[in-house]
C-alpha cells in the first residue's frame, strides 16, 4: 500500500471527527466524537489533536501530507484563523493552522465547510468534470461554495457563497438577522420557521393537522418533522415544501444570471426531500432566469451524501486552499 496519506478535520458545533485517507478520497480510518462547546474550544481541539496522533499512530507519521480543516464560517483561511462562527460559542480567533502546524509539521490547510463541501462534490461527486459549479448546503441553514473557472472562489475575505444573507422577498422567514432571505425561506431552521407560521394560522382557523394538533407544537415543529409528514402524504406539508421550492427557485434563477454555471449542486434538506421542491423550483427556474443560462444548467442533489463532511475535510487536506 501507498504510505501517503491524509488527514481531514471536520470541526461542527455538535460533532468533529478525524479522518484518514488518500489522494483518491479512499478512507482510511475515522474518529468521531461530540463538540462539547459548552467545554469551551481547548477541550475540542485537544480531543482533536489526541485523535490526530493516534491516527498518526496507527499509519507512520512520515507518511502524512497534510492536514485539511473544515469548520463553519467566519474564519480567515489565509491567516488560519476561526473567528466566532454561530455553532462555536468561544471560538474567537483561534489559531488553529499554526496550532496543529507546530504540532504535526507538515502543511496545514482551513477552509470554510460549504467551500470544502464544494470542493468534494466538483473532485468526488455530483460537480465532477464541470469549470463552473455552485455548491449549496440546504442543511440548518444556507451556505454556498463557488468553483468558477476550475478553482474556488471564496473572495476577498473568506466571504463570497454567503447567499443565505440574500433577500428575496420584503417579509418572511427570518434566518440571520434578516427577514425573508434566503436562507429564510430554505434551511432546516427557515422550513421550520416557514412551518409554525402557515401551522398556527390553519390551527387558528380551526383546520386539523395530522402532525401538528396545539399551538405550542406549531411553535417547536422541526423540518425534520415537516419532511416526515410529507412523505406520509400530509397536504399541508407538502404544501411548506412546496413554497421553499418556489422561493428555491427564485434564489437559483439569481445564481444562475449572475454566475452562469454548469451545475448546482444542492445537499441535505434538498438531496433528501427533492421530489417536493424540485416541482416548484423548476417552474421558477423556467420562468424568471435567462433562458440560455438555465439551458445549460443542471440542478442536481449532492451525490456523496453523509460522507460529504469526510470527503470535504480530506480535500482541503489534498487541495490546500482550492
Known amino acids: 500500500m501507498n504510505n501517503k496519506y491524509y488527514l481531514g478535520l471536520d470541526i461542527g458545533g455538535t460533532k468533529c471527527a478525524v479522518i484518514a485517507g488518500t489522494e483518491k478520497m479512499e478512507l482510511l480510518g475515522k474518529t468521531s466524537f461530540p463538540t462539547d462547546t459548552h467545554l469551551g474550544p481547548g477541550h475540542a481541539i485537544n480531543r482533536l489533536i489526541e485523535a490526530s496522533e493516534e491516527m498518526i499512530t496507527k499509519f507512520d507519521h512520515s ?28 471560538w474567537d480567533n483561534i489559531p488553529i493552522v499554526s496550532m496543529l502546524n507546530e504540532k504535526f509539521r507538515v502543511p496545514v490547510y482551513l477552509q470554510n465547510d460549504a467551500n470544502a463541501c464544494a470542493l468534494a462534490e466538483w473532485r468526488f461527486g455530483a460537480g465532477k468534470g464541470t469549470e463552473n459549479m455552485i455548491f449549496l448546503t440546504f442543511g440548518t441553514g444556507m451556505g454556498a461554495g463557488l468553483i468558477l473557472n476550475g478553482r474556488l472562489y471564496s ?28 436562507e429564510g425561506f430554505c434551511s432546516g431552521t427557515g422550513i421550520a420557521h416557514l412551518a409554525g407560521d402557515i401551522l398556527k394560522r390553519k390551527l387558528l382557523a380551526g383546520e386539523t393537522i395530522s402532525f401538528c394538533k396545539t399551538l405550542d407544537e406549531a411553535d417547536h415543529i ?24 418556489t422561493w428555491l427557485g427564485k ?69 490546500g486552499n482550492g
Open 155 to 182: 473572495g476577498t475575505n473568506d466571504l463570497a457563497g454567503e447567499v443565505g444573507h440574500i433577500r428575496l422577498a420584503d417579509d418572511g422567514p427570518e434566518a440571520y438577522g434578516k427577514k425573508g432571505s434566503f
Open 63 to 90: 507518511g502524512l501530507q497534510s492536514v485539511g480543516i473544515s469548520c463553519g464560517g467566519p474564519l480567515d483561511s489565509k491567516k488560519g484563523l476561526i473567528q466566532s462562527p454561530p455553532n462555536l460559542p468561544g
Open 222 to 245: 422541526t423540518a425534520r418533522e415537516v419532511a416526515e409528514a410529507a412523505f406520509m402524504g400530509d397536504k399541508t406539508a407538502i404544501e411548506i415544501f412546496e413554497i421553499s421550492g
Open 251 to 319: 434564489g437559483l434563477s439569481i445564481l444562475i444570471d449572475i454566475l452562469n454555471p454548469e451545475v448546482i449542486v444542492i445537499g441535505s434538506i434538498y438531496a433528501r426531500c427533492r421530489k417536493f421542491l424540485e416541482p416548484a423550483c423548476m417552474k421558477i427556474i423556467n420562468s424568471e432566469a435567462l433562458e440560455p443560462a438555465r439551458r445549460v444548467c443542471k440542478i442536481l442533489p449532492a451525490e456523496l451524501g453523509e460522507k460529504v463532511g469526510d470527503y470535504a475535510s480530506l480535500c482541503v487536506a489534498v487541495t
